[in-house]
């Protein structure tokens, strides 16, 4: 029985990076179309979730945990708009690093890794009340 609760913590503790991460996917997405104010100002800079291994010394195993948010470094793009005021010299305007179609893959396979792990629960506690009847039922 024990081992089914810490499969279920385990489970658990990837249901939360996984919901961290879908969290940080919809706000990239719902900033990929904003655009700086003013001349030289950086448009929204997509922000990225990196996982690490922590001990949960509840159950004495390793656990998956957010291990930090951070800006993506890659380059900003460019739309030439020359009546926007955020125009630099050229005409050019700066806009976000956010690619929609990434975002939507990578929420596609947090999605698939949330919905694993909460099956995954859903199994564990299926077994955990089948033992559970067997030991009332001697």
Not at 22 to 32: E, G, H, M, P
Not at 76 to 84: L, M
Not at 120 to 127: A, D, F, G
């Amino acid at each position: 029985m024990d081992d089914i609760i810490k499969t279920i913590r385990i489970s658990s503790a990837g249901m939360r990076v996984q919901g961290t991460r879908l969290r940080v996917i919809s706000q990239n997405i719902a900033n990929a179309d904003s655009l700086p104010q003013t001349p030289g100002e950086n448009p929204y800079r997509r922000k990225l979730v990196t996982f690490r291994n922590e001990l949960d010394k509840s159950i004495g195993l390793d656990t998956v945990r957010v291990h930090r948010l951070h800006n993506d470094l890659s380059d900003f793009g460019r739309k030439y708009d020359p009546a926007h005021p955020a125009a630099d010299p050229e005409g050019y305007v700066r806009t976000p690093n956010v690619n929609t179609m990434i975002e939507m893959m990578d929420m596609r396979e947090a999605q698939r890794s949330y919905e694993a792990n909460l099956n995954l629960i859903r199994s564990s506690r299926t077994m955990l009340n089948s033992v559970i009847d067997l030991l009332r039922s001697n």
